[in-house]
Nanobody
């Protein structure tokens, strides 16, 4: 059974940075695709970034150049480094692996 636990969310001012972490309990982490999604109030959940088992990455246009997704297979961890944060980045961020969701971590960007 896959379990995911996100951490690293918080409140920051515009222009600030945060690094989200996703800890996975899964035996085949190395061949998984890791995806980060976010959901703002009243909006549908949207894909932010994903990284496959080869390290190839994809980003939503709204975060390109500001967010970086990465993974550490030895630690079974996924990361989302977020820089130059904007108020519109405010949302609950979720990690997804093999169609399993974590509980989410709140990111609030406000002055």
């Amino acid at each position: 059974q896959v379990q995911l636990v996100e951490s690293g969310g918080g409140s920051v001012q515009p222009g600030g940075s945060l690094r989200l972490s996703c800890a996975a309990s899964i035996g085949v982490f190395g061949i998984s695709v890791i995806a980060w999604y976010r959901q703002a109030p009243g909006k549908p959940r949207e894909l932010v970034a994903r990284i496959n088992e080869n390290g190839d990455t994809n980003y939503a246009d709204s975060v390109k150049g500001r967010f970086t997704i990465s993974r550490d297979n030895t630690k079974k961890m996924g990361y989302l480094q977020m820089t130059s944060l904007k108020p519109e980045d405010t949302a609950v961020y979720y990690c997804n692996i093999f169609d399993v969701w974590g509980q989410g971590t709140q990111v609030t960007v406000s002055s």
